[in-house]
């Protein structure tokens, strides 16, 4: 487990010149960059090269949740895979085991699959209406986290309250992307199950992922670099 995360900003944006001004100021600073549905649904690949460009050497984490069928999922990966090598791709492990191996199997040699496991942006009370019926997400998360690591998947995306839940289950070794993360003084905005840089990363999460809380300040690269300040 890494002992300093990288961050990975995300460049949540339809303004591709704002996210190609974003990664080249930010990239340097952070190491890591993602471009999610919102980016890829606007500007397509040549939006993903553009950011590759902009800064080379920041790892990119393509976050598109794949969910289908096996044989289609391995279409996608394969494609995203040959064309960018990204540091990390994900998937959804609601998908099942059959589908994560053949994903994990597509994937290229530079690129680590992680599984996503409930989204930060649910409550217990959502999860329970579409079909969860345990207690706490926290079990739900620790079971998908377990599937994903059986189905050979390189870690998983969960919630900064699940890391050391996660940590205990999964062990050092499996990579935990952690969103939803928001320094003190910054507004939680859509996400409900939120935590500090700081907690994250004394729990023992591998990456962090933060959006707004870097590309809305008055300067955004002097944000990122005051956050891994307070991380080292």
């Known amino acids: 487990m890494s002992t300093s995360p990288t961050i990975?900003?995300?460049?949540?944006?339809?303004?591709?010149?704002?996210?190609?001004?974003?990664?080249?100021?930010?990239?340097p600073v952070t190491g890591g960059l993602k471009v999610g549905m919102e980016f890829v649904n606007s500007f397509g690949a040549?939006?993903?090269?553009?950011?590759q460009k902009a800064c080379p050497d920041a790892a990119l984490f393509i976050d598109l949740k794949f969910h289908d069928i096996p044989n289609t999922v391995v279409g996608a990966v394969r494609a995203t895979c040959e064309r960018f090598a990204p540091a990390y791709l994900n998937v959804h492990a609601a998908g099942g085991t059959?589908?994560?191996?053949?994903?994990?199997?597509?994937?290229?040699?530079?690129?680590?699959?992680?599984?996503?496991?409930?989204?930060?942006?649910?409550?217990?009370?959502?999860?329970?209406?579409i079909g969860y019926e345990d207690n706490e997400a926290a079990d739900t998360v620790r079971r998908l986290a377990l599937l994903a690591q059986e189905a050979t998947l390189d870690g998983v995306v969960c919630a900064g309250h699940e890391i050391e839940l996660l940590r205990k289950a999964c062990g050092s070794d499996f990579t935990l992307m952690v969103p939803g993360i928001r320094p003190a003084e910054a507004n939680s905005d859509d996400q409900k199950r939120v935590m500090t840089p700081i907690e994250a990363v004394h729990l023992g999460a591998t990456h962090l992922v933060i959006g707004r809380p870097i590309t809305q300040a008055d300067d955004p690269a002097l944000a990122a670099q005051d956050i891994l300040s307070e991380l080292n």
């Open 8 to 27: 990975f900003c995300a460049l949540d944006t339809s303004d591709l010149d704002q996210a190609i001004g974003w990664a080249s100021t930010i990239g």
């Open 46 to 51: 040549q939006g993903i090269e553009a950011v």
């Open 98 to 129: 059959e589908m994560m191996r053949a994903a994990k199997a597509a994937c290229g040699p530079e690129t680590k699959l992680l599984g996503v496991t409930i989204l930060t942006s649910l409550s217990h009370i959502e999860l329970y209406e």
